[in-house]
């Protein structure tokens, strides 16, 4: 696609639900990338895959996130049990080749994630 | 440790004001980038510029001005006859290239350019 593509844009859960969030990047990007922002700070890193390997999960805060990218496109990040603090927009972002230091990303709108 | 910090919280100005958002950074790197994205109301966080630490020439970009500072660890980013389409927040980011090569958000500014 001409973007990266984050599915849904909102997605309001129960406490202790399973949800699933998908990002589509730019195709032909090598590099994808899971953000989290929540309200009022800038977004923090969860996980970084190079093709389909996760290279860095070293910002996902438990064992409760877990981000899979099974051929190389596509991304699902998956949160079990969901608490309220989980809520926030998980922005997704993709670039071109692997982590060479100057190769911006491009990133989603976002999925705007509530948990009541 | 790496780290972004955006003093400024929010800011109004009135359209056609010059306005400047403050961007300081702390690396350990003698190598590293530094980045600047405007996330306007839908969202998306927009690219608008990257530096190296190799190269301190200003730059200038229609409206938009940075000042890269090494010695004060400073990337200023200057709007010259703001509008109000440039409402929007601003973060400064840092490329943490000990640890993959993830980007260090600063907390970001709200700009509000009113009319």
């Known amino acids: 696609g001409a973007g990266v593509s984050q599915t849904p844009s909102n997605k309001v859960t129960e406490k202790g639900k399973y949800v699933e969030l998908r990002c589509d990047p730019i195709?032909?990007?090598?590099?994808l990338y899971w953000y989290r922002q929540s309200l009022g700070q800038g977004p923090e890193f969860l996980i970084y895959?190079?093709?389909?390997?996760?290279?860095?999960d070293s910002g996902l805060p438990n064992d409760r996130f877990f981000a899979v990218r099974p051929e190389g496109s596509v991304s699902t990040l998956k949160i079990q049990r969901t608490e309220r603090g989980d809520s926030a927009v998980y922005l997704c972002?993709?670039?071109?080749?692997?982590?060479?230091?100057?190769?911006?990303?491009?990133f989603g709108q976002g999925t705007r994630l509530t948990v009541v | 440790a790496q780290k972004v910090t955006q003093a400024q919280t929010e800011i109004s100005v009135v359209e056609k004001e010059d306005v400047t958002l403050d961007c300081v950074y702390e690396?350990?790197?003698?190598?590293?980038?530094l980045f600047w994205y405007k996330q306007p109301p839908s969202g998306e966080l927009v690219f608008l510029i990257r530096?190296?630490?190799?190269?301190?020439q200003n730059e200038i970009s229609g409206r938009y001005s940075w000042n890269f500072q090494k010695s004060t660890s400073s990337f200023n980013f200057t709007i010259t006859a703001s509008q109000v389409v440039d409402s929007a927040v601003y973060f400064c980011?840092?490329?943490?290239?000990?640890?993959?090569?993830?980007?260090?958000f600063g907390a970001g500014t709200i700009l509000r350019v009113k009319s």
């Open positions: 972002a993709s670039s071109v080749t692997g982590p060479s230091a100057g190769t911006e990303a491009f």
């Open positions: 195709s032909g990007h090598t590099a």
């Open positions: 895959f190079q093709g389909t390997g996760a290279a860095d």
């Open positions: 690396t350990r790197d003698t190598t590293y980038y």
């Open positions: 530096r190296n630490s190799f190269d301190e």
């Open positions: 980011a840092l490329r943490d290239v000990r640890n993959g090569n993830k980007l260090v």
